[in-house]
């Protein structure tokens, strides 16, 4: 036990005498201390880098988990942050909104001041839309013939909706025609001479026919002086005006109102108002029998004076007409292309465009369909009918010829300012072309066809239909590039 004491003592002294040598080595070493400390600390920290290298290249997948808390760390924002990143959105949404709005608005400025500017120029007269320079003829097979009237067709009348149309004829019937299916809607029958007492309806050939523009008036004028006046949607007749001497030649209605516009064989012209079944006046001035009439919506009408050779624009409220003259054979059909200008056909084959200003033609087609008979004694066809695409380039003519069943219908195309008139294309029909009138969209025209002239019986063709002929307007397909500068 006193050995081991003294050993362990022994060890001590070892350890103690140890201490003593290593203190006096660092007294000894004091002055190289810090290069030797930097030098180590260098070695650990590269080493405990190369640790951490080592431990973090693994070869397999990195577990999502344990980027979590890097990856929320990174994107977190704070709550100023993110008032400001929704803020900044907002304010993009409401510049987007700012921009459609103003986008819009301008697109919705331009379209009403394009509308308002169509109806002052279709105040003034001066619209001319470019509808011709499109139209393309259309195939034989697309042309439609509806037949219902027993003698020749004398005029006819479209619906404002182009659904209906309305067609009278030498057997004193009305004929109301379903636009899309063709069919007979309704047929008011003609009675014969001498039953007027007791037949509704009319009981001598009817001359002519017009619709108000709401389509809730149908007037039609006869051989017997009489002016019946029917309700298109049933064909219910609802009372008769009187007071022509003559046969009546000519109806129109001013469009927007019911004021009724009559020309007669007794030169005169009288003002209806339909709506009070009243009349207005009466207005004198042609020196024969007056062959046709047409109105727009200005407080006037125009008339073509048959054999006097004159077309006439009468103001109705100053009371007073105007007396144009420039055909040389009888006017027989007039029509109004806007409120400033007309076209007028004669039965010396010559066609004529007016302004209601100016007391001579802006231009004028002779020989406009041709001639016919034998060398060294041709004669012109006469233009039966004329038509006009209102407030556009677009107009037809209808001609007629005794001595051929070859006849035609001629759309036209006119020039800047109305001062031309250039051939399109014609479409062939058999028989006297007694009345034309265009759609309102400009989709179809329509002709009513006859066996003999609607003003008298000088020929009759027997090869031809009387019918009613819808002929549609094709245009053609836009090219690419008019696509692309549409676009």
Request: net charge neutral; with cysteine.
């Amino acid at each position: 036990m006193s050995s081991t004491f003294f050993f362990k003592k022994k060890g001590n002294l070892k350890l103690a005498q140890k201490g003593k040598n290593t203190a006096a080595l660092k007294r000894k070493g004091d002055g190289d201390q810090g290069d030797k400390s930097k030098i180590r600390a260098k070695k650990l920290i590269s080493k405990f880098n190369e640790e951490i290298s080592s431990d973090s290249e693994t070869d397999g997948p990195i577990d999502p988990r344990d980027r979590q808390p890097h990856e929320d760390y990174e994107y977190d924002e704070t709550p100023q942050e993110k008032k400001l990143r929704l803020a900044k959105l907002y304010l993009d949404q409401l510049k987007e909104q700012e921009e459609d709005k103003a986008e819009k608005d301008s697109f919705e400025t331009d379209l009403v001041a394009g509308i308002l500017q169509e109806e002052v120029l279709e105040q003034k007269g001066k619209l001319q839309r470019l509808v011709a320079k499109d139209l393309i003829p259309p195939d034989a097979s697309e042309i439609r013939m509806l037949r219902g009237h027993k003698l020749p067709i004398t005029c006819l009348v479209i619906s404002p909706d182009e659904k209906y149309i309305y067609s009278a004829a030498k057997d004193c019937s009305i004929i109301k025609w379903d636009v899309e299916s063709g069919k007979k809607l309704h047929t008011v029958p003609g009675g014969r001479k001498g039953t007027q007492d007791r037949h509704v309806g009319h009981t001598a050939h009817i001359l002519c026919m017009a619709i108000s523009s709401d389509g809730k008036y149908l007037a039609a004028g006869d051989m017997n002086k009489l002016i019946m006046i029917w309700e298109p949607e049933t064909c219910k007749h609802l009372y008769t005006f009187t007071g022509h001497k003559g046969p009546v030649s000519g109806l129109s209605f001013r469009r927007g109102t019911y004021d009724l516009y009559s020309a007669s064989h007794d030169r005169s012209v009288k003002v209806w108002n339909v709506d009070e079944n009243a009349y207005v006046e009466t207005l004198f001035g042609h020196q024969d029998a007056i062959t046709g009439l047409d109105s727009l919506s200005r407080e006037l009408c125009v008339t073509a004076g048959g054999r006097d050779r004159s077309v006439r624009v009468w103001k109705i409220a100053e009371e007073s007409q105007l007396v144009f003259h420039g055909h040389e054979g009888s006017i027989d059909c007039i029509q109004l292309i806007n409120e400033e200008h007309m076209i007028t056909g004669a039965d010396d084959g010559s066609v004529s465009l007016w302004n209601v200003n100016k007391k001579r033609p802006l231009s004028t087609v002779k020989k406009a369909h041709g001639c016919h008979g034998d060398a060294g004694l041709q004669q012109p066809h006469w233009i039966s009918s004329v038509a006009a695409l209102q407030n556009s380039d677009t107009v037809a003519s209808g001609a007629s010829s005794g001595c051929s069943h070859n006849s035609t219908v001629q759309l036209w195309k006119c020039g800047q300012n109305y001062r031309g008139l250039e051939p399109l294309f014609t479409v062939p029909v058999s028989g006297f072309v007694n009345s034309l009138k265009f759609s309102s969209s400009g989709q179809f025209l329509v002709a009513g066809v006859g066996q003999e002239h609607r003003l008298g019986r000088w020929w009759r063709l027997k090869e031809a239909k009387n019918a009613v002929y819808i002929i549609p307007l094709k245009r053609k397909l836009p090219t690419p590039e008019e696509t692309k500068t549409a676009e």
